[in-house]
């Protein structure tokens, strides 16, 4: 610790225990005023103010910073205020994070909070939110007949909102997340179906006839294996149609790539308007998209009978689609990943394969060959069992 007088002059303080009898400052000679530099050094944090006031009043406040640290309180001045409510937290601070930091999140999140949050917990202070107030996120979406999924996603706009609070000084340091302590339902929600060839060349029409920028859309996803959020964030300076290339960059994929696209696109791009190179190509939202493509399966037929949600054809079908593709036709396992731009190989074969098992017939009867018997060695067995062989005894 170390406390001296301060020249408001030149900006330097000169220490009370070296210098106890200084009453003006020997650089430019103008006497003291009642300032004082404090200096506090604790455990690798160090704390330094300015006091104005008597020497005595100076050591008090002194001894109180290092008593703060000690314990872990709040420093003199940094006591946090009323803690805010969880809507005016959301509102002003959270959803324009997110809109700026994750701009593919923040419609779906920000639709979740208007639908199923806000009403439940606007409300609520940041410090008075509880575990119980996430178990009445859980029953409130579950009322509503939404699954194990939005469940989860209650909990985890909660606990990441509440984290970020923290982060930003609107929360005790002491604070622990209430969030941790409530469960989540385990459930497994991949998807198991690729769209076919064949569904593809039914669906493709009706796309076409409903809505031919969201028939756009679907066509970069299926061509390219992009996510819908990708494929809305292109722009035409992103494309190339000398050299058939389209430059991506995403927060999926910060680096960003360049991925060549086939002859077919290149006609297809051809043959629109073309925009301003900062105009995106398809001017549609994620949520037309979803809904034009859902009638579109629908009026086909393709989900008829289909019950689980895992298995109903759905948009990203045709990002698996795409990989499914890709290893039926016996792409190398690095070209594989290159062209879908999956860092984890576990995730792209374990989630995004579904291969047909018609398509496996010809592994399967390769196989077979390697051990199946010839008529003469199937002709010897049979007479081995029917002579049988004797074995005599011993006594």
Request: aromatic share 10%.
């Amino acid at each position: 610790m170390a406390l001296g007088r301060w020249c408001e002059r030149c900006n330097v303080s000169w220490s009370v225990k070296k210098h106890p009898k200084l009453r003006k400052c020997p650089r430019c000679k103008e006497p003291f005023r009642e300032v004082w530099r404090i200096d506090v050094f604790y455990r690798g944090r160090r704390v330094v103010r300015l006091f104005h006031g008597a020497l005595g009043e100076a050591r008090a406040f002194e001894a109180e910073i290092k008593k703060r640290l000690r314990f872990g309180e709040p420093l003199p001045g940094e006591e946090p205020g009323p803690s805010p409510t969880l809507k005016d937290f959301v509102e002003r601070e959270y959803l324009p994070w997110l809109k700026e930091n994750r701009p593919a999140s923040y419609p779906s999140e920000a639709s979740f909070w208007r639908l199923h949050l806000l009403p439940l917990l606007g409300n609520r202070t940041l410090d008075a939110i509880s575990p119980l107030d996430g178990e009445r996120a859980k029953k409130a979406v579950r009322d509503k007949g939404l699954g194990p999924r939005a469940e989860e996603k209650a909990v985890q706009f909660l606990k990441k909102a509440l984290n970020l609070a923290y982060r930003w000084g609107k929360l005790p340091k002491d604070w622990r997340n209430p969030m941790r302590e409530v469960s989540v339902p385990k459930f497994d929600n991949r998807r198991k179906r690729a769209i076919t060839p064949e569904e593809w060349r039914k669906l493709a029409p009706i796309l076409k006839r409903k809505n031919p920028a969201v028939y756009g859309v679907a066509l970069f996803s299926l061509f390219l294996g992009l996510r819908r959020s990708e494929v809305l964030a292109l722009r035409w300076e992103d494309l190339d149609l000398d050299k058939g290339t389209v430059r991506l960059a995403h927060e999926k994929d910060p680096e960003g790539r360049v991925l060549p696209f086939p002859s077919y696109l290149i006609e297809y791009l051809k043959g629109l308007p073309k925009g301003d190179p900062e105009d995106r190509i398809f001017k549609v939202s994620e949520h037309t998209v979803s809904h034009v493509f859902k009638e579109a399966v629908d009026e086909a037929g393709l989900n008829e009978g289909v019950s689980d949600p895992r298995y109903r054809l759905v948009f990203h079908s045709l990002r698996h689609g795409f990989t499914t593709a890709l290893v039926e036709l016996n792409i190398s396992t690095a070209r594989a990943a290159k062209l879908t731009r999956h860092k984890n190989l576990e995730v792209l074969f374990k989630h995004y394969t579904h291969l047909n098992p018609e398509s496996l017939r010809q592994e399967i009867e390769a196989v077979a060959k390697l051990f199946e018997l010839s008529e003469e060695s199937e002709t010897n067995i049979d007479e081995k069992e029917t002579k049988g062989e004797v074995i005599p005894l011993r006594r």
